[in-house]
């Protein structure tokens, strides 16, 4: 059963509820996405959102951009395009859309606009933070490169337009080991500062010979899972498959299956289709796949992350509508930290695709 929903609040202005209960009906088809892991009862109060999200995303030619840590009614219902961080970014560039609707977290929609500075870009609640954007500063980087004249700042996507700015090359999780590598190697050097994930940095290191130094940054969801965790998960559930986001410590990797990006353990689960498969990583990636993996049994734990569970249908929708809350960026800064995310691009062109488009 699904252990996250987004509270919608009143129907939207102007729906009675027989208008609901008719959207509803109409929107059947977009329901059976979604029927295993979101009961009927609550498809009533969704439906009206989605409808008007639908309409007014279509007049506005928007997009909404989501997460994979949306909850299942945005994820499957409403997002034109679901993937992780890197893949959000690589379609904010892509995109011919007037309008983004960042269904994430801010540093997303930050890097929405600096790789789309033409494009309105909005996010429904801008207190959607990261513990791990919060980490850092520009100043702490300019420091930082002081300390460490000469060695490439490898810098995650999980931070600040002023951190980007400031940074040699940008990574994600699910190209940091390259970036490292190659950013070394096109500079001649044996040594890179990455931040501002800790444990991102110390996972890292030990796929290469390159030498890593990490910052002080931590995920406040995934630093919570233990290696006892997953030995008690084992334990519990013999032949359990574990997969781990590379933002939880080194001890809980080693201990892990499989360790990658939210989309890398997305494809790990549909492709290998485990039997009984424990996801460590925030609450909702498990409801999405469940939506699309009958036969696949899920162990959930729940660490929520209460930035990402900000975004909500009510609020997607009340974006569309008043275009707020929009998200803009220095034009010296956004130059700055978009040479960082370029080259990012340029070292680790797009392999994965994003997930399939799941709004008409
Ligand atoms: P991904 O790039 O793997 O989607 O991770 C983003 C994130 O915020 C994980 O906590
Ligand atoms: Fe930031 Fe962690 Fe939330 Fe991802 S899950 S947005 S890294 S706090």
Redesign the pocket.
């Known amino acids: 059963m699904l252990n996250t929903v987004s509270p919608q609040g009143a129907l939207p202005a102007l729906m009675s509820a027989d208008e609901a209960l008719a959207a509803a009906e109409e929107l059947r088809p977009i329901y059976e996405r979604v029927s295993d892991v979101i009961p009927e009862i609550e498809w009533v109060t969704m439906a009206p959102y989605v409808k008007e999200i639908l309409r007014i995303k279509k007049e506005k030619n928007a997009v909404i951009l989501a997460h994979n840590?949306m909850t299942p009614d945005i994820f499957h219902t409403v997002a034109d395009f679901a993937g992780d961080s890197l893949q959000l970014a690589q379609e904010a560039g892509r995109s011919d859309a007037d309008i983004i609707v960042q269904a994430g977290?801010h540093f997303m929609a930050e890097t929405s606009k600096i790789l789309s500075p033409g494009k309105k870009v909005l996010i429904p609640d801008l207190r959607a933070g990261?513990?791990?954007?919060a980490s850092v500063t520009g100043d702490d980087v300019r420091l930082l490169k002081e300390k460490y004249p000469g060695v490439p700042i490898v810098t995650y996507v999980?931070t600040t337009a002023d951190v980007k700015a400031e940074s040699d090359v940008c990574c994600t999780s699910s190209n940091a080991v390259e970036i490292v590598e190659k950013i070394a190697a096109e500079r001649g050097v044996d040594t890179v500062l990455m931040i501002p994930d800790e444990y991102l940095a110390k996972n890292v290191a030990k796929q290469t010979d390159i030498k890593v130094i990490a910052y002080h940054g931590r995920?406040?969801?995934?630093e919570q899972f233990t290696a006892d965790d997953i030995r008690a998960y084992r334990e519990a559930n013999p032949g359990i498959v574990v997969l781990a986001h590379p933002?939880c410590s080194p001890e809980v990797v080693d201990e892990a299956d499989f360790a990658g990006s939210t989309s890398g353990l997305i494809a790990y689960a549909k492709e290998k289709r485990p039997a009984k498969v424990v996801m460590l990583t925030?609450c909702s990636m498990s409801d999405n796949v469940a939506a699309e993996t009958p036969g696949v049994e899920f162990i959930r734990p729940c660490n929520l992350?209460p930035?990402?569970k900000r975004i909500t249908l009510a609020n997607i929708l009340d974006c569309l509508k008043t275009e707020s809350f929009e998200v803009t960026v220095d034009a010296d800064i956004a130059v700055a930290a978009k040479a960082s995310v370029d080259a990012m691009l340029r070292l680790s062109p797009p392999k994965v695709k994003p997930m399939a488009a799941a709004a008409e």
């Open positions: 840590y977290v990261c513990s791990l954007a999980n995920c406040e969801v995934h933002e925030e992350c930035h990402m």
